[in-house]
């Protein structure tokens, strides 16, 4: 009988043990991502109370400090996993913009406009100076006549109102004036208390600069409908421009004790203005853009309403920047100078008629800045 050939078996297969090692490996190994993994997006967490607490303390150093390290830790190649950045991105979404509430409290304004550049680098603001190098008329003579064919608007309704003389306050003393008549028809003699309150008002007027009165009226819903589409022109230019913008101010005696004249205020900075003017020099273009910013709440209360009211402490700014001129201008020269800056704004807000009017609904709602800037970014996106 012949021999059969042996048989050999070949198994890719390791040996048991080996099979048991290596699989105690493997989940070794995917047992500490796991942990590293969890301990990293826990202390993520942790650190994103620390911001939080930052924010809410309005310290804009300490906040900003937070997201350069965010920054590190998302490209760290130690302590980063595909998790991690996808928590940290999701958070990042949700509160990036929240270090622009901060910036009213912050003293160095430099560090504000190291807030706006550091959100623009990571292309959270996109339209922040889109339009910084970009005039939006060629001709730098504006006559009245020119003025009127381009807004549709006579010389006079882009000029300050005082308080009672035309518009929504017109109405109220009109109703004021036609009440007292009334009840001193009727034998009620109001004259004392309206002696009084007349008293007060001076006081007021030359103690405090009109706050209070400003108080009493901002409670009165069309008045401040109006103020709120001024604010939001300020903003909206200043933001287009390149300005990085503080904090808007809305409270007349919160106003007051920043120093703010007039009833509401929004406060903005021009790195290069600032430069030039404390080297004793302003260029044309740093002064442009700032007199763009300052008549930008006329411009806005004209496009929307067809005439403005405020912006009486934006032209008082206004000559007096022009008085650090040299040579200063002349009267003609600043005349036109104020019908070009408010032309160009007056262009700016119709162009972005939906961010103007986002900024201005951000507002009303009592949004904080971060939420105003975004609101301001989707329209602009969107258009």
């Known amino acids: 009988m012949a021999k059969s050939a042996p048989v050999f078996l070949f198994s890719l297969a390791p040996p048991p043990l080996l ?10 190994r995917f ?17 994103w109370q620390d911001y939080e607490e930052a924010v809410k303390k309005k310290d804009l150093a300490g906040a ?26 999701l958070f990042g979404i949700e509160r990036d913009f929240q270090v622009l509430n901060t ?20 292309g959270l603001l996109a339209s922040f100076g889109k339009y ?19 807004t549709g608007l006579e010389v006079s309704k882009l000029s300050p109102k005082k308080w009672g003389v035309s518009g929504s306050s017109s109405v109220v003393l009109i109703a004021v004036l036609a009440g007292t008549s009334i009840l001193i028809n009727q034998g009620i003699d109001i004259r004392p208390n309206l002696v009084a309150i007349l008293a007060l008002s001076m006081l007021d007027a030359i103690l405090l600069g009109g706050v209070c009165l400003a108080q009493i009226s ?10 709120l589409v001024h604010e939001a022109g300020h903003l909206l230019v200043a933001y287009l421009m390149g300005c990085p913008i503080r904090g808007v101010i809305l409270d007349p005696i919160r106003a007051m004790q920043m120093g703010i004249q007039g009833q509401a205020g929004t406060q903005f900075w021009d790195e290069k203005l600032q430069n030039e003017l404390s080297e004793g020099r302003l260029s044309g273009s740093a002064f442009d853009r700032y007199c763009m910013v300052l008549f ?5 209360e004209a496009l929307i309403y067809g005439e403005a009211e405020g912006g009486e402490n934006d032209e008082n700014l206004f000559r007096s920047i022009c008085g650090l001129l040299e040579p200063p201008l002349t009267i003609a020269q600043m005349s036109n100078q104020a019908r070009w800056s408010v032309l160009q704004s007056y262009n700016l807000l119709k162009l972005h008629k939906p961010a103007h009017r986002a900024a201005f609904i951000a507002l009303e709602s009592g949004g904080e ?9 989707e329209a602009m996106s969107s258009t």
């Open 132 to 150: 910084r190098n970009i005039v939006l008329g060629e001709s730098r003579e504006v006559t009245p006549s020119v003025l009127k064919s381009s």
């Open 369 to 377: 800045l971060s939420l105003v800037i975004r609101r301001v970014e």
């Open 31 to 47: 047992l500490r991502r796991r942990i590293h993994g969890r301990r990293a997006r826990i202390r993520a967490v942790g650190e």
């Open 103 to 122: 910036c009213l409290n912050a003293d160095d304004m430099r560090l504000v406009g190291t807030a706006y550049a550091f959100l623009k680098d990571r």
């Open 218 to 227: 901002s409670y009165w819903p069309p008045h401040r409908r109006r103020i």
């Open 296 to 300: 930008a709440g006329i411009a806005a």
């Open 19 to 28: 099979c048991r090692r290596s699989s105690f490996i493997f989940h070794t």
């Open 64 to 89: 900003l400090r937070f997201l350069r390290l965010k920054d590190e830790l998302q490209t760290s190649s130690i302590e980063s996993t595909p998790q991690l950045n996808e928590d940290l991105r």
